[in-house]
């Protein structure tokens, strides 16, 4: 891998996990990174905190960069410069957008429209399926799902991509070498492995810090054409990603919930005030244009023959049930519900939440 | 001047036989006590000078030494203060007294001279009535638990005089009735019955199935939910308890010194609920003279462990081999015991360190990586050994007013019954008393499933991606049920009812 001096430079500063904010009004203040990097330490150069100031002046000697570059190199970890030929255009027309990304996988992705799907980490049976089948219909389509690798909503949108054999990013908010969560690690290194790509501006072992999520949220929706907010609370990870989307001028979709269940405010809060409503991946990509019109949805018929499960799926076609309720419900005794309810979780026809509650699948018509 | 009496020491939850020689010499006036008598025995010496002449009686003048055979045992304890007090009244006189060599005297004594209760007689009066012993003297407290052991007459006292006057035939004791287990068994009744647990009606079937096969069980809630309620019932359902089953729990009880006194034997199933903050030896047993600890104190009864995961790691982890193998061995400096320690593990636990995880009502402010943690402290190991797992929500106040009058203990007892009469037919001649015992090999041998329940179980296991150990789990609960509807083979209902009780860790936990 050979750089310019120019890159060097930027690829100097990510080492002190420098800011693209501080970074660009340097680069306005200097002219260019190189000029930083020549200014360093003398009396007219940055000045900066402590921490930085020492990690950068470790990593200003060229061997240290050399070294820094084939360890990369061993490690199959790409850099994708601000300046680079296939930076992708929409992360470029954002403010402080990175200047130096890591990646691992497959540059192509980036060609082919690019959808964001986020949402918490706390989801529910419903929120999950939901991630998962917007996820697998978006990559059906051709679309690259976007998302944060983490727990909940951003893992099921991945797999969702995943299953349907098509695109996905996964943005990082800590270095490739340390992922986080780590039991996700299997699911990156599929990403990274197949179709996918995986995104980071922190260098390889950067460690995963609180505030460098809300960061890492500005690329998932720069990179996006649309966001969508799965579910999740009003103050959430979720909803940061979407302010990001707004302030970026990118579409914002919202996927309704139950009312009254925590996860669901935060979607309702934005298609109050204006968001797309996503009811399948269908949705996104008639309203997208992505698509022609069609109704060829992920909508999923039930076939149910016993007559004391098809009275279960009437019920909870209202709102999700615990079996206690279902029981009083049907007048029936938890004896008897109780099985069925195994049987039907067994064929698919309803999921099992938290707190022992039983819904019926989205999507899921009779 | 010699005199021999007889008395009991207690180890573990046993006695052995102590023979108390006094004797009586001229020379330097003292009073001395050897056989390896521990402090509170050595200490008992100005007890029984102050009882003895406190009663009108008279000490004897001279030199006292006072043996404890065998010599070579560690004595400890208080109960040998009667013994002793009567070798030295009788020292100078022996013909005087009658039945000295086949009576055994158990009590301690104030310096009033009344007899004091004294821990683990029922242990006891079982060694004095092997050793061919036919009375048994002792305080008035502890009659009634060794009034159940038939073949020895049991004279219950008061007071170091009135023993003296017994003893010497001015005046008998009244002989204790024998107490028959059954009249005991009869005037039982249950103290937490599951008619007023209102709702629940899922954590209630989880419960009867746990008592009908003997399963551990685990109950998921937030606070308020009705575990510990909930528990509390469980001995009432549980089969009554064997004569053979009530002297086991009792000598345990009777040596920890836990008896309720003037009960006899125990009728109803132990109920432990040791704090969270109960440490290894006090949970299986330990401390200095190696005593039981709360698993064998809940031996045939139930051991609840509220808020799980707050015990410590290692006090849970020490309790596997106690709840697998029906016994733990305590060795110590002063002695090595077995205890047994059959009994039913119930425990209770939060969704997630701030317990609202799952709720409809209340938002769970914990980050999942803190729910981890906090469902971490829990290991594979011990889940294993847990068959029953159910969730429990809270019941609203309208949903209590609004609730039926709901089934009594009696009416589920008599259903557990059955299913366990059911099993101890089909483990005939095994070491098995109920399903939960089952291993690998015996499940194998004895679950029958219908050809549906297989593929039921199949389905089952690639949906939920079921872990071997977990399906057999499952299996030995659907046997339970099968027992319960009194299927001789399950069926597909009944592993889906199984299905349902299953371990919680394809559900939540993990996905969190």
């Not at chain 1, 054999?165 to 270095?175: A, K, R, S």
């Not at chain 2, 001047?1 to 046993?14: D, H, I, P, R, Y």
């Not at chain 2, 803190?370 to 797992?389: M, N």
Request: with cysteine; proline share 5%; net charge neutral.
């Amino acid at each position: 891998m050979t750089l310019t001096e120019e890159q060097r430079s930027l690829l100097w500063l990510s080492t002190a996990e420098v800011t693209a904010s501080r970074v660009h009004s340097l680069i306005r203040q200097y002219g260019s990174a190189a000029e930083i990097r020549a200014r360093f330490g003398t009396e007219d150069g940055p000045t900066f905190q402590g921490k930085t100031e020492k990690i950068l002046a470790v990593h200003r000697e060229d061997s240290a960069l050399n070294q820094l570059c084939e360890r990369l190199f061993k490690q199959h970890v790409h850099l994708l410069f601000y300046m680079d030929e296939n930076y992708p255009q929409w992360l470029r027309s954002i403010d402080d957008f990175p200047y130096l990304l890591y990646y691992a996988g497959r540059l192509s992705c980036l060609d082919a429209p690019m959808v964001g799907v986020v949402g918490t980490r706390k989801a529910s049976q419903y929120g999950l399926e939901m991630a998962r089948s917007i996820g697998y219909g978006l990559a059906q389509a051709g679309v690259t799902v976007v998302s944060g690798l983490a727990r909940g909503i951003d893992g099921a949108a991945h797999e969702g991509a995943l299953s349907a054999d098509g695109c996905t990013i996964g943005v990082l908010g800590c270095g490739i070498n340390a992922p986080y969560p780590p039991e996700h690690t299997p699911l990156l290194r599929r990403i990274a492995g197949g179709k996918g790509l995986i995104l980071s501006e922190y260098p390889l072992d950067a460690e995963p810090i609180a505030f460098h999520f809300p960061y890492r949220n500005r690329i998932i929706s720069g990179l996006s054409c649309a966001v969508v907010f799965v579910e999740g609370a009003v103050k959430s990870g979720g909803m940061h990603t979407v302010n990001s989307a707004l302030i970026q001028g990118r579409e914002v979709f919202a996927v309704p919930g139950r009312v009254g269940a925590i996860g669901s405010e935060g979607p309702h809060t934005i298609l109050r005030e204006g968001a797309r409503i996503a009811t399948s991946a269908g949705d996104i990509l008639d309203d997208l244009g992505l698509r022609p019109l069609s109704n060829t949805a992920t909508e999923r018929t039930l076939k149910i023959t016993v007559p004391i499960q098809r009275d279960i799926a009437k019920c909870l076609r209202l709102q999700p049930l615990t079996v206690e309720k279902l029981a009083g419900e049907l007048r029936l005794t938890v004896n008897e519900i109780m099985p069925q309810l195994s049987i039907m979780e067994i064929n698919g026809l309803i999921l099992r939440e938290a707190g022992n509650e039983f819904s019926l699948p989205p999507n899921a018509r009779e | 001047m010699l005199a021999k009496t007889f008395s009991c020491g207690l180890e573990g939850v046993n006695g052995y036989l102590v023979e108390v020689e006094a004797y009586i010499s001229g020379g330097m006036v003292g009073f001395e006590v050897v056989g390896l008598p521990s402090a509170a025995v050595k200490e008992s010496r100005d007890r029984i000078r102050a009882a003895i002449s406190v009663s009108g009686l008279e000490f004897p003048f001279g030199k006292v030494t006072v043996n404890l055979a065998p010599a070579d045992v560690k004595k400890d304890g208080t109960a040998f203060e009667l013994a002793i007090a009567m070798a030295l009244l009788s020292a100078k006189n022996p013909e005087r007294f009658h039945e000295l060599a086949s009576t055994v005297f158990l009590g301690e004594l104030s310096l009033q001279g009344k007899l004091m209760p004294v821990r683990g007689a029922l242990g006891m009066a079982i060694t004095a009535k092997e050793n061919g012993f036919r009375n048994l003297i002792l305080p008035m407290e502890n009659a009634k638990e060794a009034a159940c052991i038939d073949g020895i007459n049991v004279y219950p006292a008061s007071t170091l005089q009135a023993v003296f006057e017994h003893s010497v035939g001015s005046q008998a004791l009244p002989l204790q009735e024998a107490i028959s287990y059954q009249s005991l068994l009869h005037a039982t009744s249950i103290e937490h019955d599951l008619k007023y647990v209102k709702g629940q009606p899922v954590a209630r079937k989880a419960l009867e199935v746990a008592a009908a096969g003997g399963h551990n069980l685990l109950m998921v809630g937030i606070p308020g939910s009705g575990k510990t309620m909930l528990a509390r019932c469980l001995p009432g359902i549980l089969p009554p308890l064997s004569y053979e089953e009530a002297l086991e729990t009792t000598l345990i009880h009777s040596a920890a010194g836990e008896l309720e006194q003037n009960n006899g034997l125990m009728t109803v199933r132990p109920f432990r609920s040791p704090h969270h903050n109960t440490s290894m030896p006090a949970m299986i047993g330990g401390g200095m003279k190696a005593k039981p600890g709360e698993v064998s104190l809940a031996h045939n009864g139930v051991l609840f462990l509220d808020e799980l995961p707050e015990f410590q790691r290692q006090t849970l982890e020490a309790l596997r081999q106690p709840i697998e193998d029906g016994f733990v061995t305590i060795t110590r400096m002063n002695g090595q015991n077995r205890y047994v320690s059959r009994c039913m593990l119930v425990a209770g636990m939060n969704p997630c360190p701030c317990g609202n995880y799952g709720s409809k009502k209340k938002a769970c402010s914990c980050t999942p990586a803190e729910i981890k943690r906090y469902l971490s402290k829990l290991s594979g190991p011990l889940l294993d050994r847990i068959d029953i797992q159910v969730e429990l929500d809270a019941v609203s106040v309208t949903e209590i007013e609004a609730a039926d009058a709901e089934e009594d203990s009696a009416t589920v007892a008599a259903r557990v019954l059955k299913a366990r009469k059911r099993q101890l037919a089909r483990y005939r001649g095994q070491s098995i008393y109920c399903n939960a015992q089952l291993d690998q090999r015996g499940i194998e041998q004895y679950v029958r499933m219908s050809k549906d329940a297989k593929q039921l179980l199949l389905q089952a296991v690639e949906r939920f991606s079921i872990s071997m150990r977990a399906y057999g789990r499952i299996q030995k609960v659907a046997l339970t049920i099968a027992d319960l509807n009194g299927h001789d083979s399950i069926d597909s209902m009944d592993v889906a009812m199984a299905i349902q009780f299953r371990n919680l860790e394809g559900k939540i936990w993990r996905q969190s």
